[in-house]
């Protein structure tokens, strides 16, 4: 009955709560397909925009739940989405029963089962929908979703995600779109690292970069960060690496995933030995000055350790 009454009302409004980088423009396709969006974040000046769209701007996530019973939150992290959902403010305090609450940040997968229960005790459902594609994705609305939750919502939730996403992939109980999520962000952090360092050293060795870019992209070193993501300046156009850098994914983000993959390792007792390694580097890099930028400067960042 819970799922009929939301289908039967598909453009009634959707709360929206984290509208940085991704939230933005994510928001933004959801008004694009017609739904009335319920707006907030903790910084004001993000919701100023949505107020210029039309869309009603609130002040509390409790205020959103009183206004919407579809949700999306965009948060960067754990503690955002526990202060979000069970904070004095939060969505849980006016959350009304049969609410669909759909998480599309990136956060430990315990957190999001632990954020399950306690919607589910308020007689509402939660599904966690990390997102796999950048901010150019989230434009251009083709981001992946990873979702996890009851299948039996997983129709409700693909009616909103599809209006940001090309791809909706249900993994099965909730949190294993987390883990989904965390394991591709672990492979592309260690194959950058693998690209970055396999390049640095084709360069110290003469070699001219595009070539050696060539020739691991039609040899068995391929990856996507060799062939579409590639960290060298000049090898390839419409990449942070020829943009000093900027935008992308940041430094601190995969630096964020990564010690996600650490806890998720350490609780199923599974060795991560380069994912470690990964994790360390990455940290480094913050500490160095890297944090805001393009997770592909660890080519740069290589480069500057060279003397060592
Ligand atoms: P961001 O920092 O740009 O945006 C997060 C927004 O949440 C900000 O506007 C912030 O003000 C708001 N916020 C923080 N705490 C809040 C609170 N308590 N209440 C309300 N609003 C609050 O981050 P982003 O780049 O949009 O990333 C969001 C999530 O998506 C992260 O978990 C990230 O790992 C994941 N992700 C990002 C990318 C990317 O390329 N940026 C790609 C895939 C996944």
């Given at each position: 009955m819970r799922m009929c009454s939301r289908a039967m009302a598909s453009k009634t409004p959707v709360g929206f709560i984290g509208l940085g980088n991704m939230g933005n423009p994510m928001a933004k396709n959801l008004i694009k397909h017609g739904y009335p969006v319920i707006a907030y974040d903790v910084f004001p000046e993000a919701c100023k925009e949505f107020q210029d769209l039309g869309a009603q701007v609130t002040d509390s996530p409790a205020d959103v739940a009183e206004r919407a019973d579809r949700i999306i939150t965009m948060l960067p992290s754990s503690p955002n989405a526990i202060e979000v959902y069970?904070?004095?403010?939060?969505?849980?305090?006016k959350v009304k029963k049969g609410s669909l609450l759909i998480d599309s940040s990136t956060i430990d997968p315990s957190v999001s089962k632990e954020l399950a229960k306690a919607v589910e005790k308020m007689g509402a459902v939660f599904m966690d929908a990390p997102v796999s594609g950048g901010v150019g994705a989230a434009r251009a609305g083709n981001l992946t979703f990873m979702v996890g939750g009851m299948e039996q919502e997983f129709d409700a939730a693909k009616e909103l995600l599809i209006c940001m996403g090309s791809n909706v992939v249900y993994c099965g109980e909730v949190g294993t779109g987390q883990a989904a999520k965390i394991c591709n962000n672990m492979l592309l952090a260690i194959s950058m690292i693998g690209t970055a360092e396999t390049m640095n050293l084709g360069i110290r060795l003469g070699l001219d970069p595009k070539l050696l870019a060539k020739i691991l992209n039609m040899s068995s070193g391929r990856c996507w960060s060799s062939d579409?993501?590639?960290?060298?300046?000049?090898?390839?156009?419409?990449?942070?690496s020829a943009n000093?850098?900027?935008?992308?994914?940041?430094t601190t983000l995969m630096a964020k995933d990564l010690g996600l993959a650490q806890i998720s390792a350490t609780n199923t007792k599974t060795p991560v030995p380069l994912g470690s390694q990964a994790h360390q580097i990455y940290r480094m890099m913050c500490a160095k000055?890297?944090?805001?930028?393009?997770?592909?400067a660890v080519f740069q960042f290589l480069r500057e350790e060279e003397s060592l």
């Open positions: 069970t904070g004095a403010n939060g969505i849980l305090k579409t993501y590639n960290p060298v300046p000049g090898v390839m156009e419409g990449v942070p000093n850098y900027q935008g992308g994914f940041g000055g890297y944090a805001l930028k393009d997770f592909s």
